[in-house]
Each structure stands twice: as C-alpha cells, then as structure tokens.
C-alpha cells in the first residue's frame, strides 16, 4: 500500500480548490477537530497547486509549533520584552494619563 501525496481537492458544485488535510492523531486534541479545510479561492489547476503548497506548508509549520517544548527565555530576551511593555505603556501613558490620584 502506498501513501498518496497531498493535493487541492475541487468542489463538485463550486469548481473552487480546498486544502483538505487530516490532523495527525497526537494534534487532534490540541487542533480540536480530525480534518483541516481551506479555501484556495481558485479554480485554475495550476494555481490551485501553487496556493496548495503554500498553505500545506504553513500547516506543516504550526503542527511542528504545536509539537515543539516551550525553551526557557534568557535573561537578555526578558529584560528587552519587559523594556518594550514598559515603553508600550508609557506611550499609552502620554496620550491619557489617568487620574492624579494614580
């Protein structure tokens, strides 16, 4: 038995191509459902197929993501983020700073 590759699958009624892709079984708790579907918005073959890669792709990238552990954040990343909340903050601070009080 052979395992068929992943192509744009048609719609009978509509002539427009999806990305029809089951979820491997260890993702289908986290993805809540056996079977992603996306509209290609086509109906030419040849772009259908270049849509399809793209999109396949990007599925292939966020279930990696999903199946990735978290890496712990080094001190220096930390300080940055924390430093772009703050200025965030501040920024938001200038437009409207609240009551006196606070």
């Known amino acids: 038995m052979t395992l068929a590759m992943p192509t744009p ?3 009978k009624k509509s002539g427009i ?3 029809r892709v089951r979820v491997p079984a260890d993702l289908k708790g986290i993805v809540g459902r056996a079977e992603v579907s996306k509209s290609l918005r086509t109906r030419d073959p040849s772009e259908a ?3 399809f890669a793209a999109e396949y792709r990007k599925i292939q990238k966020r279930w990696a993501s999903f199946r990735a552990k978290p890496e ?3 001190l220096k990343k930390i300080v940055a983020l924390s ?3 703050y200025f965030h903050l501040m ?3 200038e437009n409207e700073p609240g009551e006196p009080a606070i």
């Open 9 to 11: 699958v048609k719609d």
């Open 17 to 19: 191509y999806y990305v």
């Open 49 to 51: 197929k270049e849509r």
């Open 72 to 74: 712990p954040l080094p």
């Open 83 to 85: 430093g772009r909340v």
């Open 91 to 93: 920024e938001m601070l």
